[in-house]
């Protein structure tokens, strides 16, 4: 699965532009005054002006052993959330190590390096290193109804978890992490989660597809 196009609301515009052009240095694309585009590899991320919005979790995916190199990066321009006292974590069922840290609407923006994608770079890290949004959470009632409801827009396949607390739907290229918001909140913080709008446009198994997920629901708007 990769992830084309993700549309996430806010209620600071200019903080969040700042933040994504300026702290992280990813190109600006487009801007106006109630929304504005940035590249992160080949995905792109829009963010909209909204009276009202909810914090997300999304987590971008970089080359696979320049972790490190990303911790040191990071903690230059931002705060680091640490995971027992660390800055990186270590996901090892997964194969793979992440950095978290907040944007500025206190979203939980995650950096992934997955060892198993074997993705070479040069040794040094900027903003050309976010290669693509990887993960895109998902917050609902029952886990099993919301699976439920991606597999009619096509075959996807768990890649971890189950339908009780935490289900990660989807491959290393991209992932739906849906956890049900009655029993579990958001890592490595435990932030409360909310069911948060969002758009997305994707492709999985050479299809492109397009949801809106609105109020816990998945409302389909165009297939392809």
């Known amino acids: 699965m990769k992830i084309n196009e993700l549309i996430l609301y806010t209620t600071s515009l200019e903080e ?4 994504y052009t300026e702290t992280l240095g990813l190109p600006l694309l487009e801007t106006s005054s109630t929304t504005f585009k940035v590249a992160a590899g080949y995905s792109l ?11 997300y979790h999304i987590a ?3 080359p696979s052993y320049l972790d490190p190199e990303a911790l040191a990066w990071l903690r230059k321009r931002t705060p680091v959330l640490k995971y027992q006292g660390k800055g990186l974590v270590d996901f090892v069922n997964w194969n793979a190590r992440s950095i978290y840290f907040y944007d500025a609407d206190q979203n939980i923006i995650e950096l992934i390096a997955r060892k198993n994608l074997g993705i070479q770079s040069l040794d040094t890290f900027d903003h050309h290193a976010f290669l693509s949004i990887s993960e895109v959470g998902m917050a609902v009632n029952d886990i099993e109804t919301t699976y439920r409801q991606l597999q009619k827009l096509s075959d996807f396949a768990i890649f971890d978890g189950s339908f009780d607390q935490f289900c990660a739907v ?7 992490i849906l956890i049900n918001k009655h029993r579990k909140d958001w890592f490595p ?6 069911s948060s709008d969002f758009e997305i ?4 198994h050479g299809r492109l ?14 297939e392809s």
């Open 209 to 222: 597809l397009e949801f809106t997920f609105r109020e816990g629901e998945i409302k389909v708007t165009v």
């Open 189 to 194: 913080t435990g932030d409360k989660a909310f």
């Open 60 to 62: 971008f995916n970089i």
């Open 16 to 19: 969040q532009k700042a933040f």
């Open 170 to 176: 989807g491959d290393e290229q991209g992932l739906f």
């Open 45 to 55: 991320l829009i963010f909209k002006l909204r009276d009202y919005a909810t914090p």
């Open 201 to 204: 446009e994707f492709q999985n």
